[in-house]
Structures are given as C-alpha cells and as structure tokens.
C-alpha cells in the first residue's frame, strides 16, 4: 500500500510538473508575468521566492493538480507598468499558445518515454499464443496453442510486423476499437508453416477492450509450458502426489499443449455440480507417472468450476524489443498519435453509450497500475507513465469549462466573432463545467471502488 501512494505521488508530480512548466514557459516567452507556479492545491506546504518580484514557487497539501497564476487584470488592479505584462493584454494567438502549452506538453513528454523506452529496449514476452478458448473467434479462426504472431494487417497488402506479445494485444486493442477485422500472419514457434487467418473482431458488439471483450475473441494468452510450480498445502493437487516440476502430459489421455489448456480442462471438471476425477499423466525427472486428482469445486462468477490448489513455474519465452534512435522517435510519435486517437474515440463512444463509462479511471487505479508497472522494471513504468501523460494531455483539451480545453473554446468563438464571450455566459459555463468534471471525477472514484472491491 505504502509502495502504491509513493508510486502514484511520483507519477502525478512528474505530470503536474511538466503540465504546468508548458504554460508557463509559453506565458514567460510571450512577456506574461508569471506570480505563482504550484503543484498541488490548498494549503501552501513549501515555498520558493528569488526576490519580491519573481515567481513564486509552491508545493501545496493536495497533490491532485496544478496551476500556474499570471498576472491578469481580471483578478484584480495592475499596476501601469505592468500592464503590458498582464496575460488578458496578449493577443488571442498569444493567449491560446499559453494555454495550449500545458496539453502539448504532456503530450511531447509521451513522445520522449515512449522513445526511451524504444531506444533502451525491454523484454516482452514472445508473440507466442496459448490455446483458444473454446468457441472464441481465436478457435474458430483456426488458431492453435504454440502459433507465433508474425505480422498483422488490416488489408492483406500492406503487412506490419509483430515484435511481442504487447505489440499483437496493441493491435488487437485497435482492431476492436475501430470494429474491423484483423489479419494475422502465423507459424509454429520455430517459424515454419506460415499461414494467415483472419480474427472477425469486427462481428464484436462491444468496442470496449475488457475481459468481457476478450472472452469472447477467446485467445489464451501467452504460451506456457505446463510445469506445475507451488502446491497450495491441503489442496487436491497435493493431496494427489503432485509436486512442483512435474510436467503434464496428458489429462484423461487428451494431450495437454499449455497451461491455458490445462486451465481450462481443470475448471470444466464439473459434472453434476459435483468434481470429475482428472488423471494426469506427468513427467518427473525423466520418467512417465500418473496421478489422480479430484479437484474441489467452487463458484465464480456465477458458475461452479473445478480448482485443484497447484502453481505454475514456467515462464513465456522473452523476447528483447529495441530500435535505433530515429526509429525510436518515429515509435514515440506514432504511439502517441494512436493513443491519443483511441482515447478520444473511447470517449466519444462513451459519450454517444456505444462504450461503458467503466472504463473512467481514478486515482486508485492509476496508483495500483503505477505501482504494478514499477515493480516490473524502468521500461514498464516509463510506458506507464508515458500512457498516463497521453490521458492527460487529451482529457485536458476537452471544451469543457475548468479544462484548458473549454478556455481555447472559449478563444475559438472569441476568433471566430470578434469578441470575447460574455461574463455572463463565462460563469453559466463554468458552473456547467464543474458539474460535468465532478460527474466524471465521482464515477473513476466509483469505478476505482467497485474493482478494488472485485464488484466491476
């Protein structure tokens, strides 16, 4: 716990901090005077001042934001000689540059970790698929246990390849964002008997990339041999003589290809509500035994299945991912682009109820996530936090009230009709704009509690 708050402390303050550096770079070149540069809201914990008439600097109680205050004659008098300095005396390009700065930002700074993470490289696990799950659009697209992902293509001319197992679920992800159908060129793991087949992810009903989503196009996620790992004490799978290292053979003689196959043969082992005896044959320092399990049965998700207490020690084959250093700017950008792309659509999909509004996120989310990508090494969390600072950039170029979007709505009709709105209108809007960023505020925090809670 204590890990996930400092995890989550440090990804906020890196965002926060370059978020605000945008604007007010952009003001201080544009000749605005800049008063305050805060992370953070409330109460003022630290302070930093060169001389009276400098930037003051502040660290305040509540770590959720930012902002940067400039000297504007709408919050008060200007004095006469710094009047030229005032933000409300700049132009309208001037003013939207400020104010765009802070989204771009966070947008660039993407850019830049994903081509660090690019340029440095990283270990994934092999484009390598387990066994489908029966009846999924995987199966029935005549993909099997141990196929490897070569490339991928939307067409069948132009062909892309497939680096890792994240690279294919990136894919993947947009194929069913953008409901259409994805081409896969495949072939054992040795990278013989190339073929293609083709995943109908465009007969999906949902664009939302969720379990419920995945169960249905059914792969089985990375191949693993299935050599059993930790047995759980007093479970079937102990209590049978099984041990760690053992590697399954046979289940009821039906050969076992993976661990996904394995998985799924053990939870179907439910007959009449009551446990089907498995034998299992397995490999034990060079030699062939076979053991019984009855596994226990227990309800999930509303369905009885089997469980027999046993691990696993086998891990995915890893594969080193890495380009040169233009290449690695040219992945910055277009994964950027991308993620931006299909953040706005799932959005707009969210908008129009053609998308679930559980895919809002709130800090308890991204505090678990920042903690989890940590714990997997700087690759992972700087992806993390690359992905995060797109969220960031293109929620905050939403036209709504309160967000540096809602003020270039503003400077657009101000373009647009020669004059600025009203203040009348101003204050309808934000009060408009509030409710509408404390719906979505409340409905992360509420979508953050039902996951925690294993309701979602």
């Not at 994934?124 to 698929?129: F, G, M, S, V």
Request: with cysteine; hydrophobic share 45%.
């Amino acid at each position: 716990m204590l890990s996930q708050v400092l995890y989550f402390l440090v990804t906020l303050g890196i965002l926060i901090v370059i978020h605000e550096w945008g604007h007010y770079r952009v003001a201080r070149a544009c000749g605005v005077k800049v008063l305050r540069f805060s992370v953070g809201f409330g109460r003022v914990l630290l302070r930093r001042r060169k001389s009276p008439d400098s930037t003051e600097f502040t660290l305040s109680a509540i770590p959720l934001g930012g902002y940067v205050r400039m000297l504007d004659e709408s919050d008060g008098p200007v004095a006469p000689g710094e009047q030229s300095q005032a933000f409300n005396r700049k132009s309208l390009w001037q003013r939207a540059a400020i104010v765009a700065a802070g989204p771009a930002a966070n947008l660039i700074l993407a850019v830049l970790l994903f081509a660090v993470v690019g340029w440095i490289g990283r270990e994934e696990p092999k484009a390598l698929l387990g066994s489908p799950v029966a009846g999924g659009l995987a199966e029935r697209a005549g993909l099997r246990a141990g196929d490897l992902v070569q490339a991928w293509s939307s067409d069948g001319e132009d062909w892309e390849d497939v680096r890792s197992m994240p690279d294919f679920g990136w894919q993947l992800a947009q194929a069913v964002a953008d409901k259409r159908p994805l081409l896969l060129s495949v072939s054992d793991a040795a990278g013989h008997g190339r073929r293609t087949v083709r995943l109908e992810t465009d007969t999906l009903e949902s664009r939302d990339f969720d379990e419920k989503t995945m169960g249905r196009i059914g792969l089985g996620g990375v191949f693993v041999e299935p050599v059993l790992g930790r047995m759980v004490p007093g479970e079937p799978a102990e209590a049978a003589g099984l041990l760690p290292g053992d590697r399954v053979l046979r289940v009821n003689d039906e050969p076992v290809p993976d661990v996904a196959w394995f998985i799924q043969r053990v939870r179907r082992a439910v007959v009449d509500n009551q446990a089907e005896p498995l034998r299992l044959q397995v490999l034990r320092d060079g030699q062939q035994l076979e053991r019984v399990v009855t596994p226990r049965v227990e309800i999930a998700s509303d369905q009885r299945v089997a469980r027999i207490g046993a691990g696993f020690d086998a891990r995915p084959a890893l594969v080193t991912v890495h380009y040169g250093p233009v290449e690695s700017v040219r992945q910055g950008l277009t994964r950027t682009w991308e993620l931006s792309a299909l953040t706005v659509k799932t959005l707009g999909r969210m908008l129009v109820g053609e998308a679930s509004v559980k895919n809002l996120s709130g800090p308890l989310t991204i505090a678990k996530a920042a903690d989890q990508s940590a714990s997997l090494g700087l690759t992972a969390f700087l992806s993390f936090l690359a992905a995060v600072s797109v969220s960031l950039g293109v929620l905050n170029l939403l036209p709504l009230p309160m967000l540096d979007g809602g003020h270039l709505m503003y400077y657009l009709f101000e373009g647009l009709s020669g004059r600025p709105v009203s203040e009348w209108w101003h204050k309808q809007l934000q009060r408009a704009g509030i409710a509408v960023v404390l719906l979505m505020m409340s409905l992360a925090l509420f979508n953050d509690l039902t996951r925690t809670l294993g309701l979602h």
